[in-house]
T-cell receptor, first 115, second 115 residues
Framework: AQSVSQHNHHVILSEAASLELGCNYS??????LFWYVQYPGQHLQLLLK??????LVKGIKGFEAEFIKSKFSFNLRKPSVQWSDTAEYFC?????????????FGQGTELSVKP | DVKVTQSSRYLVKRTGEKVFLECVQD?????MFWYRQDPGLGLRLIYF???????EKGDIPEGYSVSREKKERFSLILESASTNQTSMYLC??????????????FGEGSRLTVL
């Protein structure tokens, strides 16, 4: 069965450090890929999305992600994190049957940024 | 902005009680979803619906049922709550279907505790 997996469960960084969160998906067909963020006490928000075209996509708040088809990866990056980036990050992709537009999610990566 | 509203942010129920979780979206989306979110497990799909009166099982439907009588409303029902259903429940909607998948728009979540 297809899956979305995130490499890191918990990442701790100091402010201004660079961030890269790993995400791999197993479905090899046409994919739309997403990163969502959940700030403490808030609902899940879309951070960025890849549908097609340029494999480097830019999202809100300085985040970007690169789709590398040969590696089945869609890693999230930010050159310099801020304390306000402390949140949980989820990678998501379509289910293999794509019925009803449903997405499957990775396990989540909790990011803690120390001021 | 898309708004997905979940009726209850926090609920405490006793084992064996029937529980209703309501979700309403205001963007005329065809697709609606119920996920549960548990630490270390990410989001797991319980049920989804891609049209009024249509419902499909997700990955973990056991112990749950759903109802979609109107396009904007999608209800999750726990017929007889059990302690292992203590979790955060997230409702989402989207306008995509077919091969695309997502993006999903999420409500703020309903945290259910079953004693």
């Amino acid at each position: 069965a297809q899956s979305v997996s995130q490499h890191n469960h918990h990442v701790i960084l100091s402010e201004a450090a660079s961030l890269e969160l790993g995400c791999n998906y197993s479905y090899g067909g046409t994919v739309n890929l997403f990163w969502y963020v959940q700030y403490p006490g808030q609902h899940l928000q879309l951070l960025l999305k890849y549908f097609s075209g340029d494999p480097l996509v830019k999202g809100i708040k300085g985040f970007e992600a690169e789709f590398i088809k040969s590696k089945f990866s869609f890693n999230l990056r930010k050159p310099s994190v801020q304390w306000s980036d402390t949140a949980e990050y989820f990678c998501a992709g379509p289910s293999q049957d794509n019925q009803g537009g449903k997405l499957i999610f990775g396990q989540g990566t909790e990011l803690s940024v120390k001021p | 902005d898309v708004k997905v509203t979940q009726s209850s942010r926090y609920l405490v129920k006793r084992t064996g009680e029937k529980v209703f979780l309501e979700c309403v979206q205001d963007m005329d989306h065809e697709n609606m979803f119920w996920y549960r979110q548990d630490p270390g497990l990410g989001l797991r799909l319980i049920y989804f619906s891609y049209d009024v009166k249509m419902k499909e099982k997700g990955d973990i439907p056991e112990g749950y049922s759903v109802s979609r009588e109107k396009k904007e409303r999608f209800s999750l029902i726990l017929e007889s709550a059990s302690t292992n259903q203590t979790s955060m429940y997230l409702c989402a909607s989207s306008s995509s279907s077919g091969l695309a998948g997502g993006p999903l728009f999420f409500g703020e979540g309903s945290r259910l505790t079953v004693l």
